[in-house]
Nanobody, 127 residues
Framework: QVQLVESGGGLVQAGGSLRLSCAAS????????MGWFRQAPGKEREFVAF????????YYADSVKGRFTISRDSAKNTVFLQMNSLKPEDTALYFC????????????????????WGQGTQVTVSS
């Protein structure tokens, strides 16, 4: 069982930056691949970023590529999402997720491929 708690959201002006954190409980954090997703009002949950079990592989949605960076600190059981050059269309509730069903070489981008979810942290970008 893994419990995830996100933090770091807030209100920022367009062009600004935020750093989201996702703290994971459990002793097998390094056994899970991690992802960030977001959901805006009236829209489906969408993939944002992925990081592999040991952090060797990352993958991003086209909409955030070059602006967002995902990383993980296994010693702290924490995953981060550094968000730069934020745009109003980045406004959403951001969730982190953990999964372990797919092999290490996989790139995992679908919500159904993740087993554990946090409660989310709100990011609002004003124009």
């Amino acid at each position: 069982q893994v419990q995830l708690v996100e933090s770091g959201g807030g209100l920022v002006q367009a062009g600004g930056s935020l750093r989201l954190s996702c703290a994971a409980s459990g002793r097998t954090f390094s056994s899970y691949y991690m992802g960030w997703f977001r959901q805006a009002p009236g829209k489906e949950r969408e993939f944002v970023a992925f990081i592999s079990w040991r952090g060797g592989s990352t993958y991003y949605a086209d909409s955030v590529k070059g602006r967002f960076t995902i990383s993980r600190d296994s010693a702290k059981n924490t995953v981060f999402l550094q968000m730069n050059s934020l745009k109003p269309e980045d406004t959403a509730l951001y969730f982190c997720a953990a999964g372990g069903a797919y092999p290490p070489q996989s790139i995992v981008t679908q919500p159904r491929q993740y087993d554990y979810w946090g409660q989310g942290t709100q990011v609002t970008v004003s124009s």
